[in-house]
């Protein structure tokens, strides 16, 4: 399952490297709740294996896009079964300030430039 989610940096941690073969990284970023900033999401993603390097150019409190997949575990140890969630990202980008767009009225119109009224012998019915 593919989601994405933008928000901005406040925690990276350093690459873990559980063993030989698996290594993770996680971050969490602050997402805005635009109702009550009160109430702002603050969500856990991990980067695996050579995802790890995606936030070597990602700095502190820079606003990003993150791309990744919801994946569901399970797990049994000694006849107790326990349930993981992870959200791993695969793509990470910086998403650029929003210029403001001053936008202008269009000019008033002239007089000149409305159309004369169709003569009666004019109309197409």
Same mark, same amino acid.
């Given at each position: !399952?593919?989601?994405? *989610? +933008?928000? &901005?940096?406040?925690? %990276?941690?350093? +690459?873990? &490297?559980?063993?030989?073969? @698996?290594? %993770? &990284?996680? @971050?969490?970023?602050? *997402?805005?709740n635009e109702k009550n900033p009160q109430w702002n999401d603050f969500v856990k993603i991990q980067l695996i294996q050579d995802r790890c390097d995606l936030l070597e150019n990602i700095q502190l409190n820079e606003e990003i896009k993150v791309y990744f997949n919801l994946r569901g575990r399970k797990w049994e140890n000694k006849g107790q079964v326990t349930y993981f969630t992870n959200l791993e990202g695969w793509r990470i980008e910086k998403v650029q300030p929003q210029e403001s767009a001053v936008q202008t009225a269009p000019p008033p119109y002239k007089i000149e430039d409305i159309p004369? !009224?169709?003569?009666?012998?004019?109309?197409? @019915?």
């Open positions: !399952m593919n989601y994405e *989610v +933008t928000g &901005r940096l406040i925690q %990276k941690e350093d +690459t873990q &490297r559980i063993s030989d073969r @698996f290594q %993770k &990284r996680e @971050f969490v970023i602050e *997402v805005e004369p !009224m169709p003569e009666a012998d004019d109309l197409p @019915f």
